[in-house]
């Protein structure tokens, strides 16, 4: 191995990554860094340099999406939930005594209320008493729709030892879009009051799909925030925006949105059923900050899975190597 065939190399690396719909400037940092680690001294003496390059483009790419540090950690805390601790890389953040509030955010079409009701399954699996709260308030149905998926999720999802999942909404309220703006503030303040009678574990808050450039709905989740922390101080413990892993790059303009305005706390990113759609993880990882929670691989309510930063970048190089 020499630093012109590790050139070489990286530009087949480059074209791949584009390929899998990977952000051009995030592709060229990617590759001059690790043609810059590859072309070093040690790398080129090393007994096996070509399994050596290989290992420094993996490990990369895992770091890019986050994943060094939290694998090593999730590895060592296994799947378990601590109340009160975040766990390393996807996993959510609980406290005790909850209930543990996770307000859903995103545009309309993302697949935010049916993620609500894999979120709960997935949940509801671990021992989780689940409340879903139907905040959308803005679109005809939307409160039946949740409402229906509560209903499938309970009867469908065979929980552990207290695992539950119930629904709480005030069909009432429902209005024109763009016309009860502000009102699911009060029905996600009584849902919370509710949950806790009921001693629930997590309460999930699927508000209202909208346009990141709707300042006056955007408003709305902001006041959503202030009002929960009335309630409880440090909810809503987690913000999670459902991203559609088919927008491509309009995807990073509307996570840097929702991040600034709904204090947004990691991703969960839909219909990501193969890796070539996969590469706007990186785009996104890397210009949010963001931790990728979690992604929704398929229409089941059990297809979605905790996202594992190593697990994903040995699929896309296998992609790639087919």
Known sequence: ISEENVREAMDDVRTALLEADVHYE????????????????????????????????NDELIRLLG???????????GDGYVPGQQSAGSELLFVSPGPTVIMMCGLQGSGKTTTCGKLAGHLKKRGKKVMLCAADLQRPAAVTQLRVVAEQVEKEIEGSAGGAVSFYGEPDKVAEYGQAVGVAVDVCKNALKQAKQDNVDVL????????????????????????????SPEAPHEVLLVLD?????????????????????????????GTAKGGILFALAKRTGLPIRFIGVGEQLEDLRPFNAEEFVQALCEDVAR
């Open 67 to 77: 994943g060094d540090e939290a694998l090593a950690a999730s590895k060592e805390q």
């Open 26 to 57: 995030v592709a060229e940092t990617f590759c001059d860094h690790v043609l810059k680690e590859a072309t070093g001294e040690q790398v080129l003496k090393a007994v096996q340099p070509g399994e050596q390059m290989i290992k420094i483009v």
């Open 245 to 273: 892993a088919g927008t491509g790059q309009n995807a990073i303009n509307q996570a840097e949105e929702f991040r600034d305005t709904a204090g947004v706390t990691g991703l969960v990113l839909t219909k990501l059923d």
């Open 204 to 231: 999930i808050l699927d508000t209202a799909g909208r346009l990141h450039t709707r300042g006056n709905l955007m408003e709305e989740l902001s006041k959503v925030t202030r009002v929960m922390k009335k309630l």
